[in-house]
């Protein structure tokens, strides 16, 4: 997996032994989706769509997470915005910015090529980072356990 | 590797460090201020297509920021970074970057399995 990070964006590569449309259902299926994801989503994908996701949070119970659903080029690319780490129950974040999650799929010889990039962190306010990180602390527990249940059953 | 090893402190000196870096030439004097060290303005301008007056402006964004200090030398003020700044910058990056790495890792599973 490569790394390359800029003060605004996150960007990743991976190499998955899987056919292009094999990964495509994984992202553009809300239900697949929210099976790796780690999170129950309340609806289907669609451009324009506004979906919500429940995850479980360590010490926190269930958490709302609002995805807004941009592009989907079928089995090349989707996109969609969201507000990274607003996982504070309670908290209304709709007039915050949101980044902007890409993943763009090519077809190579043994399987498929996944980019994904994460923009917009230089326009999320000082503060809401902050807690958005005390936030991540908390969530990456609860993926851990998560994993460690998944791994054991 | 501790959860809780990029704290929360960290992200809220970095947002302005993430403002100050969203600009070529404030990156150019920091990637030349890390090559080279220490430099006057005079050494920073040179070879720049940007005036002194921009390259001193600049420096004063960088500044209050927090990613470099000046002290005076005879005449001259010498600038360098402030490499605790820069490394709390990457740390918080860093973080967001392995929420990813995680969910990449999943998914592969997924697909693959």
């Not at chain 1, 289907?44 to 010490?59: E, N």
């Not at chain 2, 060290?37 to 402006?57: D, E, H, M, N, Y």
């Amino acid at each position: 997996m490569k790394l390359h990070n800029t003060t605004d964006r996150i960007e990743k590569e991976i190499v998955l032994r899987a056919p292009r449309s094999r990964v495509w259902r994984a992202l553009a299926s809300a239900d697949e989706f929210g099976a790796w994801f780690g999170m129950k989503l309340d609806g289907a994908f669609a451009p324009g769509g506004r979906v919500r996701g429940q995850m479980t949070l360590h010490d926190r119970g269930p958490v709302t997470v609002e995805i807004v659903i941009e592009r989907m080029d079928a089995e090349t690319r989707m996109s969609y915005r969201w507000h990274p780490y607003a996982f504070e129950p309670g908290v209304d974040y709709s007039s915050e910015p949101t980044t902007l999650v890409e993943f763009h799929l090519e077809e190579i010889a043994d399987g498929t090529r996944l980019t994904v990039v994460e923009s917009g962190f230089d326009r999320i306010p000082a503060a809401r980072r902050a807690e958005a990180l005390r936030m991540n602390d908390a969530g990456w527990a609860g993926q851990l356990e998560n994993i460690a249940r998944h791994v054991a059953s | 590797m501790s959860l809780h090893s990029a704290g929360w402190r960290d992200v809220s000196r970095a947002a302005p460090v993430f403002a100050a870096l969203g600009d070529q030439t404030r990156l150019a004097l920091v990637a030349r201020m890390s090559s080279d060290g220490p430099l006057s303005i005079t050494q920073l301008t040179a070879g720049s297509a940007v005036t002194r007056q921009a390259i001193t402006k600049h420096l004063g964004i960088l500044a209050s920021a927090g990613l470099v200090s000046d002290r005076r030398q005879g005449r001259e003020r010498i600038w360098e970074l402030e490499l605790e700044q820069m490394e709390a910058a990457r740390r918080y990056l860093d973080h967001v970057s392995k929420r990813w790495d995680a969910a990449l890792d999943r998914l592969k599973q997924f697909v693959e399995e």
